[in-house]
């Protein structure tokens, strides 16, 4: 198993349409440093900005997976992550100047040709790992949609579909070893049914879509007239139905189907930003249902993380002091609960609070055994988390956080007169319409005191309406 990270040796570029918007797109994929991941750039954008593939910046997973970041929005990226990540890619920046990677025939075959023919560089830093210690669920029961991923050394994974079509039938495919992707899963084309066709056209959807770089399942017999107007639809001449399939005379394999939907999965899964020793078993999976079920491995990685995330240095000038931090919350004596912030970054942030026997708590909670109260750590937490949020925006002063919602509150030791807490805040999800979905831990000396989830909600303050 490969245990250094790892990034092309070269540029790699490729030009098509989107299989969506239609619109010709020049993508070139940059090697990038260690611990980089893999981020795509909007260069057609003022400032060129960029967005993570990671599972935390899925915002839409109809017909394809969506990230976005501010101004930068890329669609239909799982055949590209796919290729990248399952042959060896760790880091890579790419380059695109339009909002959807080009779709070519389909599949990945073009992307792995290309890696393959320029190859991979080893790079200094380790290979980061979840390793699976427990089964873990993901089902959408109503849809007969399940994920399940069971403890292993390796990564594998089987996918069955089963779309109660007597054409496609009951399809598995099976990815024991990467090497096999190559020739077993890159050349898997994106399918759809025939009786999907028009919906989409009429969602303004698949305009770069042809029988060139999509299957087309044909479930029921097709008059003259459907012929005659999909003619119209694709533009061509020959238009027939053969063996339950529209113009494609030839699957590339029996399971060809399966094999796709595998091919998908793998560049979802690629967006929990880390590789997986766990062996993967999916029914009717979708892009949907991968990314939530990486959002659920990411909540349990972060939920499981019993030490720190960031090493705390007092000896460093603060990112924000008390006076910074005055300047960004109401909050005031004695609710007040951060004196300094010594990490941020676009998805995280990191503060102190000083425990002192003279805060006013103590002479109530409790006289002779004082113990800070549980509630305050979580508002310790929440306010780390409003500095983030309001760091952010302009006038910071004109708003106010407040609780929407507190969830999964674990309290693991007691926090005492003479402690300094280590407040660690993640962000969950992208700040969406002034909501903010966070993780948060309290850490003392190391230690895990306290955990929670929270949602909060960033309002204008009304004098300042």
Request: hydrophobic share 40%.
């Amino acid at each position: 198993m490969q245990t250094k990270q790892q990034t092309l040796s070269a540029p790699i570029s490729f030009s098509g349409k989107g299989l969506h918007t239609g619109v010709t797109v020049n993508m070139t994929v940059h090697p990038a440093a260690d611990n980089h991941g893999i981020v795509f750039r909007r260069v057609d954008i003022e400032g060129a900005p960029v967005v993570p593939a990671l599972c935390e910046y899925v915002t839409d997973t109809s017909r394809g997976t969506t990230i976005e970041k501010g101004a930068a929005k890329v669609s239909t990226i799982e055949h590209i992550v796919s290729a990248l990540w399952t042959m060896g890619v760790d880091n890579a920046i790419v380059d695109i100047d339009g909002p959807e990677v080009p779709i070519m025939d389909g599949s990945a075959r073009e992307y792995v040709a290309k890696i393959a023919e320029v190859g991979l560089v080893e790079q200094k830093a380790d290979r980061k790992y979840y390793e699976v210690t427990e089964k873990q669920v993901y089902t959408i029961p109503d849809k007969g949609v399940a994920i399940i991923i069971y403890p292993d050394d390796e990564f594998t994974v089987s996918v069955h579909i089963d779309f109660n079509s007597k054409v496609v039938g009951n399809q598995y495919a099976t990815l024991d070893m990467y090497s096999k992707y190559t020739e077993d899963i890159a050349p898997c084309r994106t399918f759809c049914f025939l009786h999907e066709l028009e919906p989409l056209l009429k969602m303004n959807l698949i305009k770069g879509g042809d029988l060139d770089n999509a299957i087309v399942v044909v479930e029921n017999p097709v008059s003259d007239e459907q012929l005659e107007h999909l003619k119209r639809v694709f533009n061509k001449e020959d238009i027939r139905v053969t063996g339950g399939y529209l113009n494609n005379l030839e699957l590339r394999a029996s399971n060809e189907l399966a094999r796709h939907k595998l091919l998908d999965l793998l560049g979802d899964f690629a967006l929990l930003g880390m590789r997986i020793k766990g062996r993967v078993w999916a029914s009717r999976p979708g892009h949907y249902a991968n990314t939530e079920f990486m959002k659920q491995l990411l909540m349990t990685i972060r939920r499981d993380g019993e030490k720190p995330a960031f090493k705390y240095n007092p000896s460093k000038p603060a990112l924000m002091d008390i006076n910074k931090i005055m300047s960004l919350l109401p909050h005031r004596y004695p609710f007040l609960l951060v004196d300094k912030i010594f990490h941020i970054d676009d998805n995280s942030i990191a503060g102190i609070k000083n425990i002192s026997i003279n805060e006013p708590q103590f002479t109530g909670h409790f006289p002779k055994e004082p113990i800070m109260p549980g509630v305050l750590l979580v508002e310790a937490l929440a306010q780390v988390g409003g500095l983030f949020v309001l760091n952010g925006v302009e006038n910071p002063e004109d708003y106010s956080t407040y609780f929407l919602k507190i969830d999964n509150v674990r309290f693991k030791r007691k926090v005492v007169p003479g402690d300094t807490l280590q407040l660690e805040v993640f962000m969950v999800e992208p700040l969406r319409r002034g909501i903010a979905s966070m993780l948060g831990k309290v850490f003392v000396g190391g230690t895990l005191a306290c955990e929670a989830t929270l949602m909060a909600q960033i309002i204008r303050n009304k004098k300042s309406e």
